[in-house]
């Protein structure tokens, strides 16, 4: 994820690093990791170079070999599209149309579309406006070939529910392991429930009701994860969403988690 292999923005666990990512794309070899989830949140919006400069960006990545494969689209946690006016929810929704266009051009193959924390579904009325925001946005998503994975607290039963009234092949499930830990839900009830769709994963430790810790000293039970991904076959990306190391031990710590994924799944 990115901003992992950079000090963290002040006051900000997750951010965009406004005047680091450039060094952060030099520093991913190191690791090695062959690709950055680039995050485009609120914070780093009015200097993020995927909507500033994106032949910045396309020198920059180029010059690292480090591959953008995916978007975590953060900036819909801090506006979101639920619980907002019409006229709001019509200006996010024209910027997630702008994303997926900008996307094309980096060669991302997906979003995640958080809706976690003040973005969460929580009512009916907040299910029939996901629903008709992923709607319309699917014909760009189409156009471009970006697919939309979604984040979200739903419980398994409930999630499944949300996709089968979604059944496009470009709308998929990011799953979090570390968000599941901490709501206390069980790999197994969410694999059966959903895990034909599951398109992405976010690797994280997290205790229960409480936040990130380092992998295997929280409640996420990776074993059981990876040994459902198995099951389902799953052949996507591993996304490194883990705590943070001190500063300055940046690259250090990553190698060390991508060490930890390796005992129970193949990495690149």
């Known amino acids: 994820m990115q901003g992992r292999l950079v000090p963290p923005e002040p006051g900000h666990f997750q ?29 780093g919006a009015d200097v993020n170079p995927l909507t500033n400069d994106i032949g910045v960006l396309h020198s920059a ?20 599209f639920l619980r907002c006016t019409d006229s709001e929810c019509q200006e996010r929704l024209d910027l997630l149309h702008k994303l997926l266009r900008l996307a094309k051009q980096v060669a991302i193959q997906r979003i995640v579309l958080p809706f976690v924390d003040a973005s969460r579904i929580e009512t009916q009325e907040d299910r029939q406006t996901v629903i008709r925001v992923l709607k319309a946005v699917l014909p760009t998503a189409r156009e471009a070939g970006v697919e939309l994975h979604l984040e ?38 969410e694999f059966g429930a959903y895990g034909d769709r ?7 430790d997290r ?23 198995g099951r389902i076959g799953y ?8 705590a943070r190391s001190d500063p300055g ?12 994924v390796a005992r129970y799944w193949p990495v690149e």
Not at 155 to 171: K, N, R
Not at 198 to 204: C, F, R, T, Y
Request: with cysteine; glycine share 10%; aromatic share 10%.
């Open 15 to 43: 951010a965009f690093p406004r005047d680091r990512w450039v060094e952060e794309l030099a520093l991913a070899p190191q690791v090695p990791i062959s690709y950055i989830e680039w995050i485009y949140d609120l914070y």
């Open 61 to 80: 990545a180029a010059d690292s070999g480090i591959e953008i494969r995916a978007l975590c689209a953060d900036y819909f946690m801090d506006r979101p």
């Open 152 to 189: 979200t607290s739903l419980g398994p039963a409930d999630f499944a529910g949300l996709l089968g009234q979604l059944p496009s092949t470009l709308i998929k499930v990011n799953y979090d392991s570390g968000n599941s830990s901490s709501l206390g839900f069980v790999p197994k009830e």
């Open 198 to 204: 599951i398109g992405s994963v976010h690797i994280k």
């Open 207 to 229: 205790v229960r009701g409480g936040g990130t810790v380092p992998l295997g000293t929280g409640d996420a039970d990776l074993p059981a994860v990876f040994a459902a991904l």
């Open 235 to 242: 052949e996507g990306d591993i996304t490194l969403q883990v």
């Open 249 to 260: 031990q940046e690259v250090a710590w990553a190698r060390s988690n991508r060490e930890f």
